[in-house]
């Protein structure tokens, strides 16, 4: 596996992390490599050095032992490469095996070097029949440029041997949702317009651009959440039953629900999207800077790190259902959390005030923990009738299983299989940007900054006013409970 931005964030947090736990559970052939690409020299023994503090840091206590380290470190290697000049490319020629097996090409980087690497990959032959390629998202900024870098990565990989990851599905808890849904007639009965009130999605984050300013200034909320991750939890969630789980029938799917979500266009865009930007406050008691005090953030920025928006699918099973989507950073929490709010009965025949109650909800929890909770109303021990909240814990960990596989480490197994059940095609990369560009070009046009909100807070006001005006309120990142 060749990992470009092998030295990097992604690469030192998550993607080394995963490979490593793998290892655990399956101990590599003795001539699998694993070869980091980084822009800039370093020895092995430094590289190794940094991959093990890494390790250590964002690992549990109990997946770590110096034994199987040692073992794994045998397997890894890192090189300097010049994304932009195929020259330098042929350091790679004796760290690859001069045959057919699989290879892994993991693009680590930002998009606009996929192009470059992949042509520079091909034009020394070091792309092989079963080679396969991983981008990660955000692949372009607009859907003419994923349709360009789409194009360009078919000159080298057929779409079998291309794997756009979005490490939200390969979360236990968004596959159990499958299995939920498809596998039990009590809730697949209910998932529709008739008994579902509205849908939540929210995806919330307690730093802020943790000194990624250059690169959020070129993305923002817009591209590098809503585009990705939560459109497709929602393909997930609103996605009718496929013929099989083969990995075509299921995108097929997703890519159906795609195609149904009632564009965003013109005045609709100030009416139902809200555009916020983190300003200082306090979190956890500690004072915070605003966005265009962050290093490498222009002071009069207008880029988004706050989005929520009131999305309409047009087909049989949720019209009239609106799904309600938020992403932010300096919010109070780390979380992602999708609540499914199901109607109130018709007529309410018990003494205790129903105000008092939770309507029933699903509640499915991403992070910081996985888990589903169910909540209904029960009777309170005691005489009479006494209705209360009661929640179901659904969560496998509760029923001691054993320890969840991140999910990173789930989808490179994925990878290593051949199984792109859990990865996008290119139709639904492109989908997804031909919904979402009429918002970023209206946003491109406008002089008017977006809504400041305090860092600490759940965004901007127009957030909260988005649900209001519908009798509607968030829920807070806490198991479903309102605010």
């Not at 430094?46 to 890494?54: E, G, I, P, S, T």
């Not at 997930?236 to 266009?265: F, G, S, T, W």
């Not at 509640?363 to 209705?387: A, Y």
């Amino acid at each position: 596996m060749v990992l470009f931005g092998g030295t990097g964030d992604l690469a030192m947090r998550k993607l080394l992390p995963a490979l490593y736990q793998l290892y655990r559970t399956t101990p590599f052939h003795s001539q699998t490599r694993i070869i980091a690409v980084g822009r800039t020299a370093t020895s092995k023994e430094a590289f190794l050095h940094r991959v093990q503090d890494k390790l250590e840091q964002h690992l549990p206590a109990d997946s770590w032992d110096r034994v199987s380290w040692q073992q794994f470190s045998k397997h890894l290697n890192c090189i300097a490469i010049e994304a932009d000049k195929t020259e330098s490319y042929r350091e790679l020629i004796p760290l690859l095996d001069d045959d057919d097996r699989p290879r892994t090409f993991y693009f680590s980087t930002h998009s606009s070097l996929y192009t470059a690497i992949a042509s520079s990959l091909g034009a020394l032959g070091l792309i092989n029949a079963n080679a396969r390629v991983v981008l990660e998202k955000p692949i372009g900024r607009d859907l003419g440029t994923a349709k360009t870098i789409s194009g360009q990565m078919s000159n080298y990989f057929t779409e079998s041997q291309i794997y756009r990851i979005d490490h939200y599905l390969g979360k236990e808890t968004v596959q159990n949702l499958l299995v939920l849904r498809f596998a039990n007639p009590l809730f697949e009965s209910l998932w529709n317009h008739h008994y579902i009130d509205h849908i939540q999605i929210t995806i919330s984050e307690a730093i802020g651009v943790e000194g990624r300013g250059e690169f959020y200034e070129e993305t923002g909320a817009l591209r590098d959440i809503v585009q990705n991750h939560l459109l497709q939890l929602l393909c997930m969630l609103a996605m009718e039953p496929p013929a099989n789980i083969e990995p075509d029938r299921i995108r097929d799917e997703k890519l159906k629900v795609l195609y149904a979500l009632q564009p965003l266009l013109g005045d609709d865009i100030s009416r139902y999207v809200v555009r916020g930007q983190y300003a200082p406050g306090t979190i956890a008691g500690k004072p915070c800077t605003g966005y265009t005090e962050e290093e490498g953030v222009a002071e009069n920025s207008t880029i988004e790190t706050f989005v929520a928006m009131k999305v309409m699918i047009d087909n049989m099973r949720w019209s009239g259902v609106p799904f309600y989507l938020r992403t932010g950073k300096r919010l109070p929490n780390r979380s992602c959390e999708i609540v499914v709010q199901f109607k109130e009965v018709p007529h309410w025949i018990f003494d205790t005030p129903r105000g008092q109650l939770m309507s029933n909800q699903l509640v499915i929890t991403l992070q910081p923990d996985e888990s589903i909770t169910l909540r209904l109303c029960g009777k309170r021990l005691g005489p009479g009738i006494d209705v209360r909240t009661i929640d179901l814990n659904l969560n496998p960990k509760s029923r001691g299983n054993k320890r969840s596989a991140d999910a990173y480490e789930r989808l490179l197994l994925d990878v290593i299989k051949g199984d792109q059940t859990l990865f996008l095609r290119q139709d639904e990369l492109e989908q997804a940007w031909h919904w979402v560009d009429p918002i970023l070009e209206t946003w491109e046009r406008t002089t008017s900054p977006p809504e400041h909100y305090a860092s600490g807070s759940w965004g901007p006001a127009g957030s909260t006013l988005l649900l209001a005006k519908d009798g509607r309120l968030w829920f807070e990142g806490a198991n479903g409970q309102g605010n």
